[in-house]
């Protein structure tokens, strides 16, 4: 074996390559240079190859970069013994080298062409390009299908907060009415038996001082009462056609008493406002409740806006409470302190109030809110802490015609808002 193998390495009876080309320094250089340019930049090649996969460890198929990487370097290898035995008649080690790289030239062949169906399987930069797009697009009407959904719970639970909200004013409002009507009643009683008896005693007396300031309570508490009905929508109410911006003209002198301000409230009365059809008595106390929470929501004085406007049938079917038919829509505006969430969320129940003990009842809202529903129409309060309140009043558009409104309209301004109205 090592016999054989020392055989084949004898170069003694060889010649150098040189000796073909008869020494001829053209030939030789040109074989050496050309041999030693190949060499060098075969051995680069697998530097720049071995640099890729190890920096681009995502790369596919890596393992067949470091065949290509051994079959370059041994193919350099070759070229440099080409030189060598130009001198060194080394044929036997050439050959040798060649072996290895035509072997190893083989198998780089084989796995390349067996590599090539997954290669080409591969996706090009610009179908990755074109799938990366098209994710992003799903992935965008993802999140608006999620955001559209997250519209829609949002949308769900408003709906049934104001269902609870509404089902929870109904059950007050059945509480408050079944108490104050009964107690209405009692009060009639109450009242009419102390004017029978008043009739009876000489003036001047003790007795009829008396009696008098018992009369006076119990007309405190009927007004009170009152108010209990006008929030359960149990009042007895005389509807006809008023013109809002006729009546809120005749109560001007009013509203700035209960402002308490001295310029009169500013107006912004749309023109040509149509007609309602309600109790002018009780728009007016409403606007007088509304009027006294602007004034008390400013305690330093401010601006007092009184507001009317047409709502079409159209934009009261996007006011949540609101019936899809033409309203007038009649609104008390202050810069005063405004209103926390939690606070919009009670205003409107009976006996809700943020004020001292003996400063509010908080029947005022309550009262307005009662007046409104029973009318068919609605009240809304916008209102942010620091930034003002405006209190919103929709009352259903009258289409019968005010020609026989006007005498209820001089009835509004000549009779005073009523105390006391038994059932
Ligand atoms: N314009 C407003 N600005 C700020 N808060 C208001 C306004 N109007 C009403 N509120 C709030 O709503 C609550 C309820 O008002 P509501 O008119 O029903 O009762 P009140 O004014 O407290 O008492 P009452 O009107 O019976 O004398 C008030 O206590 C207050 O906290
Ligand atoms: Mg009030």
Request: charged share 20%; with cysteine; proline share 6%.
């Amino acid at each position: 074996m090592l016999e054989t193998l020392t055989g084949f390495l004898d170069r003694s009876s060889l010649a150098p390559h040189g000796i073909c080309l008869l020494w001829r320094p053209e030939l030789i250089w040109t074989h050496v240079v050309s041999d030693a340019t190949i060499a060098l930049a075969y051995f680069t090649i697998p530097v720049a190859l071995g640099l890729f996969v190890t920096r681009r460890r995502d790369i596919a198929f890596r393992w067949m970069f470091w065949a290509f990487a051994v079959f370059i370097m041994a193919c350099g290898i070759t070229h440099l013994f080409a030189i060598w035995t130009l001198w060194v008649p080394d044929y036997a080690a050439e050959a040798a080298v060649k072996a290895v790289t035509a072997s190893g030239s083989i198998v780089t062949a084989v796995l390349l062409w067996m590599l090539l169906p997954q290669a080409l399987a591969l996706p090009s930069p610009e179908q990755l390009r074109r799938a990366n797009a098209d994710l992003e697009a799903r992935v965008c009407e993802r999140d608006a299908a999620l955001e559209a959904l997250r519209e829609a719970y949002a949308e769900r639970d408003r709906a049934e907060d104001m269902l609870r909200q509404s089902q929870k004013m109904d059950a007050i409002g059945a509480l408050t009415g079944g108490v104050a009507h009964d107690f209405n009643n009692l009060l009639g009683v109450v009242i009419s038996n102390l004017d029978r008896i008043e009739r009876f005693l000489p003036a001047e007396s003790g007795a009829r001082r008396s009696l008098r300031s018992a009369m006076s309570g119990a007309e405190r508490a009927a007004a009170l009462v009152q108010k209990m009905l006008a929030f359960a929508r149990r009042q007895p109410l005389q509807p006809v056609p008023v013109e809002p911006n006729r009546l809120i003209g005749d109560l001007s002198e009013l509203l700035r008493g209960a402002l308490g301000t001295v310029e009169m409230p500013e107006m912004a009365l749309a023109p040509d406002l149509w007609p309602v059809r309600v109790d002018p008595n009780q728009l007016e106390n409403a606007l007088l409740n509304l009027s006294v929470n602007a004034r008390d929501a400013m305690p330093g004085g401010g601006r007092a806006v009184i507001r009317t406007r047409n709502v079409p049938a159209a934009e009261a079917a996007d006011i949540a409470g609101l019936h899809p038919v033409d309203h007038v829509g009649i609104a008390v505006e202050d810069q005063g302190s405004g209103m926390s969430a939690e606070v919009i969320a009670r205003a409107f129940e009976p006996f809700f109030t943020t004020k001292a003990v003996g400063e509010g009842t908080g029947l005022g809202l309550s009262q307005v809110f009662g007046f409104a529903k029973q009318s068919d129409g609605h009240a809304e309060i916008v209102s942010h802490p620091g930034s003002g309140t405006t209190v919103w009043l929709y009352l259903p558009r009258d289409r019968t015609g005010l020609s026989s409104a006007q005498p209820g309209a001089e009835a509004v301004r000549t009779s005073p808002p009523p105390c006391l109205g038994f059932a």
